[in-house]
C-alpha cells in the first residue's frame, strides 16, 4: 500500500506501558501506543496517548515529530529555564540528543513521526 490514513481515533488496546522508575518523576502517568506504520525500522507512525504525570524524556539518535490531538504537555529541556506549552492543533519536533521533562497536564493523545 502506497497511501494509508492514519487512525487517530483508534478503536483497538493499543499497547500499554509505563515511564521505568528511574525516568519516573511525578503521579502515576500510563501510556497506550497505536503503530500504524514502519519503514524497515527507520521510521515509525502511529498514535500515542498518556495520562498525567511527568517523566524524563531522553530522545537517543531519533527525530520526533508531534502534532497534539487533545491534552496539555509542558516540556522543559535539561539546562533550560523555558517550559513549552503544547496543546491541541499544535506540533513540535524532538531532535537527537533530546532530555527533558515531559509533564502531562491533562490526557495528551498525539500523532509522533520517529525517524532514525
Not at 500500500?1 to 509505563?18: D, H, K, R, V
Not at 528511574?22 to 502515576?28: H, M, P, Q, S, T
Not at 529541556?77 to 509533564?103: C, E, H, I, Q
Request: net charge negative; aromatic share 10%; charged share 20%.
Amino acid at each position: 500500500m502506497l497511501l494509508q490514513t492514519i487512525e487517530t481515533s483508534p478503536t483497538s488496546a493499543g499497547e500499554t506501558s509505563a515511564p521505568t522508575a528511574d525516568r519516573l518523576i511525578e503521579g502515576n502517568p500510563l501510556y497506550r501506543s497505536w503503530l500504524q506504520a514502519e519503514a524497515k525500522g527507520n521510521m515509525e507512525v502511529g498514535v500515542w496517548e498518556a495520562t498525567p504525570g511527568s517523566y524524563k524524556s531522553i530522545k537517543g539518535e531519533a527525530f520526533e515529530f508531534c502534532h497534539i490531538l487533545e491534552g496539555v504537555v509542558e516540556i522543559t529541556p535539561d539546562g533550560s529555564d523555558t517550559t513549552m506549552t503544547y496543546r491541541a492543533g499544535d506540533n513540535f519536533v524532538l531532535y537527537p540528543g533530546f532530555t527533558g521533562t515531559w509533564k502531562t497536564i491533562e490526557t495528551v493523545r498525539k500523532i509522533f513521526v520517529i525517524a532514525r
